[in-house]
C-alpha cells in the first residue's frame, strides 16, 4: 500500500498474524546481525518493550534454527525505553526481554546494557544510560556525526500514536540534543526513560512491530494521512539515512485503504 507521505526509505509489510510478523523481523534480525558483525564484528539493537515483541523476542530464543544461526556474543542489546520500575517489576520491559529471550540463552554469553531503573532519580538513570550509550559507541567507534548509530532499532506504537516512550504533548518530543531523558507521562503520572529522536532517526533501520486491531486507527492515519493531518511521534521517527520499516499483522493493517 502507497502512502503519499511515504519515502523511499519507508517500507510497510502485511502478516496474516503475529506469529507470522515475529518469524519475518526474526529473520530480518538475523540478516541485519550477520551483516554487520561481518562487517564491524558487532551488531548494536535496541529493544522496544510493552507486549508485542514478546513473541519476537521467545522465537529468536526458542526455534532451533533461528537460535543457533544467531551471532549471540557478538550482539549489543541496548533498551529504547523503560518503566521507572525495579527490574522485577512486571512493568519492566527488561523483565520482559529477560523472560522472553535473556533467561533462555544461558549457554550463550549476551552483552545486554539495562537501564539502571533502580536509580530512584528517573533523570540521573536516563544520564547514566547516555553515559553507557557513549562509552560503548564512542570505543566502538560507532557514533555517527557524534551521536550512536544503532544497526537495529525496534518500535512498538500505541494507539495514540505514541513510540518507545515518546508519547503526544511531552516534553522529550522536543529533545534535540540528549539522546536519553526522564519524560513524565501525565496519563501514567510516572516517568519514562526514553531515547530521543536524535538516536532514532540516526539508526540503520528501525523495524516497528505493530499488531492487533486496536492500532489500526491510528496506522492509517499515520500511514495514509493527509500532509495537514497533526503529527503523532511514531511519524516523527524518520531516519536521516536509514531505514523505517513497519511490519503489521491484518488486524493493525485492517484499516489500511491502499
Ligand atoms: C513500552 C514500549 C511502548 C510500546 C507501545 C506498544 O515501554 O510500552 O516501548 O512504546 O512499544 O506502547 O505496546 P504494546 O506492544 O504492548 O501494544
Keep these: 500500500m502507497s502512502n503519499p507521505?511515504?519515502?523511499?526509505?519507508?517500507?510497510?509489510?502485511?502478516?496474516?498474524?503475529?506469529a507470522a510478523l515475529a518469524r519475518a523481523a526474526a529473520q530480518r534480525f538475523v540478516l541485519l546481525a550477520k551483516e554487520a558483525v561481518a562487517l564491524r564484528g558487532v551488531f548494536t539493537v535496541s529493544l522496544s518493550?510493552?507486549?508485542?515483541?514478546?513473541?519476537?523476542?521467545?522465537?529468536?530464543?526458542?526455534?532451533?534454527?533461528?537460535?543457533?544461526?544467531?551471532?549471540?556474543p557478538e550482539i549489543h542489546f541496548f533498551f529504547g525505553d523503560e518503566r521507572h520500575v525495579s527490574p522485577d517489576n512486571t512493568e519492566s520491559n527488561?523483565?520482559?526481554?529477560?523472560?522472553?529471550?535473556?533467561?533462555?540463552?544461558?549457554?550463550?554469553?549476551?552483552?545486554v546494557?539495562?537501564?539502571?531503573?533502580?536509580?530512584?532519580?528517573a533523570a540521573q538513570a536516563a544520564s547514566e544510560y547516555q553515559d553507557d550509550l557513549a562509552e560503548f559507541f564512542n570505543s566502538h567507534r560507532l557514533l555517527v556525526a557524534g551521536v550512536p548509530r544503532f544497526d537495529l532499532i525496534f518500535l512498538g506504537m500505541g494507539p495514540d500514536g505514541h513510540t518507545a516512550s515518546l508519547f503526544p504533548h511531552t516534553s522529550a518530543l522536543h529533545e534535540t540534543d540528549r539522546w536519553m531523558v526522564a519524560n513524565w507521562v501525565?496519563?501514567?503520572k510516572a516517568y519514562r526513560i526514553?531515547?530521543?529522536?536524535?538516536?532514532?532517526?540516526?539508526?540503520?533501520?528501525v523495524i516497528l512491530c505493530v499488531a492487533g486491531f486496536e492500532k489500526a486507527s491510528m496506522v492509517r492515519e499515520v500511514l495514509e494521512r493527509t500532509a495537514?493531518?497533526?503529527?503523532y511521534?511514531?511519524?516523527?521517527?524518520?531516519?536521516?539515512?536509514?531505514?523505517?520499516?513497519?511490519?503489521?499483522?491484518?488486524a493493525a493493517a485492517s484499516q489500511l485503504t491502499k
Design 113 to 121: 546494557h539495562r537501564i539502571n531503573t533502580e536509580q530512584p532519580d
Design 94 to 111: 527488561s523483565r520482559m526481554a529477560n523472560e522472553a529471550m535473556f533467561q533462555r540463552l544461558s549457554p550463550y554469553g549476551t552483552n
Design 228 to 231: 495537514h493531518a497533526p503529527q
Design 233 to 250: 511521534p511514531v511519524q516523527m521517527v524518520q531516519p536521516s539515512n536509514g531505514i523505517k520499516r513497519w511490519m503489521l499483522d491484518k
Design 49 to 72: 518493550g510493552g507486549s508485542t515483541p514478546k513473541s519476537l523476542y521467545t522465537l529468536m530464543a526458542t526455534d532451533p534454527d533461528l537460535r543457533v544461526s544467531i551471532p549471540w
Design 186 to 188: 501525565e496519563k501514567f
Design 5 to 18: 507521505l511515504q519515502t523511499t526509505n519507508e517500507f510497510v509489510e502485511v502478516f496474516s498474524d503475529i
Design 194 to 205: 526514553t531515547m530521543t529522536f536524535p538516536v532514532l532517526n540516526n539508526a540503520a533501520e
